[in-house]
């Protein structure tokens, strides 16, 4: 189940359409606001829902930066009580699976640390090229990785085999990230449904049930590993 991939550089910050990471993203949004840049200057693609989750009772970094730049139409799902990173797997596999999603494409972001940082129009034009159903951003952090959940996957019936070919070394010593992905609704909804299967208790991250998965749906599931669509550290 090797993955192969050529070798890449990635791509330095803001040669690409989202910034996703905190700090980075922040400065981001304060410089355009500076600069009158991009100022409502995008709209959002027909064929492109965009989607974010959070509880905030305020605009989020991501809402603002779509705001400023003047893209309009975009989803907010919100939940309630206590936060959860896998609130927002139910809340996008529900979005779709309850006829919501009209468009051929759907876009999440996480609420609190991405930006719109050029046209959505090069977000569909980038996926198409990576030719799959689904793509996940990438971080060189093994942070929220899979020995964690090992004993839980394992009980719930994850082959040992996927496991280990989840937990190899990253390409390019990198590995994928939840808090950006693209791709065909229905697949989305497969994908997210699968791997809620796995959820309890114990399991509240998840970008941990993404990534002991990712291999089931490879290649139809791939990884921005070269930040070509997002960047992050």
């Known amino acids: 189940m ?8 990635k791509k330095k910050c803001g040669e690409q359409p989202i910034i996703h990471r905190e700090w980075k993203a922040e400065v981001a949004l304060k ?24 509880n905030y009772n305020e605009k989020s970094l991501f809402e603002r930066s779509m705001d400023f730049t003047g893209i309009k139409g975009y989803e907010v799902l919100k939940t309630e009580g206590e936060w959860k990173h896998t609130n927002k797997l139910v809340q996008v596999r ?15 972001c996480d609420a609190r640390d991405c930006v719109m940082w050029d046209d959505p129009k090069k977000i569909v034009e980038i996926f198409e090229r990576f030719n799959c159903k689904l793509l996940f951003n990438s971080t060189m952090s093994p942070v ?12 719930k019936g994850l082959d040992e085999k996927l496991y280990n070919w989840s937990n190899r070394i990253g390409v390019w010593k990198r590995y994928l990230n939840s808090g950006v992905f693209i791709g065909k609704p229905l697949f989305i909804e497969e994908v997210l449904d699968f791997s809620l299967r796995y959820i309890s ?3 509240t991250s998840d970008q941990g049930l993404i990534r002991t998965i990712q291999p089931i749906f490879h290649p139809y599931l791939k990884v921005d590993y070269g930040n070509e669509l997002v960047y992050r550290n």
Do not use: S
């Not at 090797?2 to 550089?9: A, G, L, N, P």
């Not at 529900?94 to 999440?108: E, P, S």
């Not at 929220?144 to 009980?155: F, I, L, N, S, V």
């Open 2 to 9: 090797k993955e192969k991939v050529r070798k890449v550089k």
């Open 31 to 54: 410089w355009m606001w500076a600069q009158g840049w991009w100022y409502k200057r995008f709209t959002k693609p027909k064929e492109l829902t965009i989607l974010t989750v959070h």
């Open 94 to 108: 529900d979005y779709i699976r309850n006829g919501r999603c009209k468009t051929d494409y759907l876009l999440f």
């Open 144 to 155: 929220g990785c899979y020995r964690y959940w090992k004993g839980e996957m394992y009980h």
């Open 201 to 203: 208790d114990t399991i």
